[in-house]
């Protein structure tokens, strides 16, 4: 944990959704029936961090809210910003699941070598209900990308036919509203065409594991997770002022862990791609957060962090080959 406290993730995890206290909620009795005990210091950190989750005041979620709204509102046209503008409940929500379904996994692995194989079935659909969630977070981000642009070709080509019958049976009030509705669909159409390449030809200037500082507020931050656009809510893109940055929402955007000495509160951030800079000089000065532990291995000879295999996995990402490292080492990852 790095000398992080659990009532310091509590404080993050204030602000997430009801939806993932409700998976903890439930996962919590089951591992009550079920008897199994944390094998291993991360499992641990994982039990205390859903009793925490599930304990948790939602109060404090909101008068955060608030102060945050009120610090744009009342910031002088933003000459004065405040860094809790780019806070994500919904970063944080997808890190948290992201660690429900390590721990679930891990679970059921212990469960199977202890012979505890109704467990193990049990623990096995609880992972079923998580990874559902976790498709449907995804489908909300990329709003299903290729698919969903495809399925708008289609409509549009339907469409347009039934206008083609309607024009040719001087049906023109129905003529008149399908052309309106394929102009809509148009729209619709090219958004998610360009949301779709934009995934499949995504560049990053940044990878994960990587230390980063905040242009505009000088925290330290690490890089656990990116996408190529924003894919935030209007409202909360209202809220950090997305539309004023040079290259708005389309550009890629950083789901960053904040150093806790950096800013204690903050912790969880969403930020663009303009608004970052790598370091320049290798950073191996100590960086604290209670996420670092289940999401990477250490720390490479630069300071970096080494993301999880699954971690990579989750946003396809290679793997990064320092140079200077040992080649002895390089098969050390896979065999984690």
């Not at 390449?197 to 330290?220: D, M, P, S, T």
């Not at 608004?275 to 490479?300: I, M, Q």
């Amino acid at each position: 944990m790095q000398g992080v406290s659990v009532s310091t993730l509590a404080a993050l995890a204030s602000g997430g959704s009801f939806r993932a206290v409700a998976l903890f909620k439930d996962y919590l009795k089951l591992l009550n029936r079920s008897g199994i005990n944390p094998m291993v210091d991360g499992s641990c950190f994982g039990r205390q961090c859903m009793l925490r989750l599930y304990s948790i005041n939602t109060n404090r979620a909101r008068r955060l809210d608030s102060r945050i709204r009120a610090t744009w509102l009342f910031s002088g046209g933003g000459k004065k910003m405040d860094a809790s503008i780019e806070r994500s409940e919904a970063t944080n929500e997808e890190i948290v699941i992201f660690f429900f379904q390590l721990d679930l996994e891990t679970r059921i692995q212990y469960a199977l070598n202890t012979e505890q194989f109704d467990v193990a079935q049990q623990l096995r659909n609880k992972l079923n209900e998580v990874e559902t969630e976790i498709i449907k977070q995804q489908d909300v981000k990329r709003g299903s990308s290729r698919s969903e642009a495809q399925d708008k070709a289609l409509n549009l080509l339907r469409l347009r036919a039934d206008l083609q019958k309607a024009i040719d049976d001087e049906k023109y009030v129905l003529a008149a509203e399908l052309r309106d509705e394929i102009s809509m669909l148009e729209v619709e159409s090219l958004a998610a065409s360009a949301k779709a390449l934009a995934y499949e030809n995504a560049q990053y200037a940044y990878r994960l594991g990587e230390k980063v500082r905040h242009k505009i507020f000088g925290y330290r931050a690490v890089i656990c997770g990116m996408d190529p656009i924003c894919c935030e809510s209007s409202s909360w893109m209202g809220i950090a002022n997305v539309e004023k940055l040079s290259q708005g929402p389309n550009q890629p955007f950083y789901q960053v862990l904040v150093d806790v000495h950096d800013d204690p509160n903050l912790l969880v951030a969403y930020v663009a791609e303009e608004n970052l800079s790598a370091t320049e000089k290798p950073d191996l000065t100590r960086f604290d957060h209670p996420y670092v532990s289940f999401l990477f291995y250490g720390t490479d000879t630069t300071g970096d962090f080494i993301p999880i295999k699954q971690l990579r996995e989750k946003f396809s990402r290679p793997r990064h080959e320092v140079p200077s490292m040992d080649t002895q080492d390089g098969n050390e990852d896979d065999n984690i």
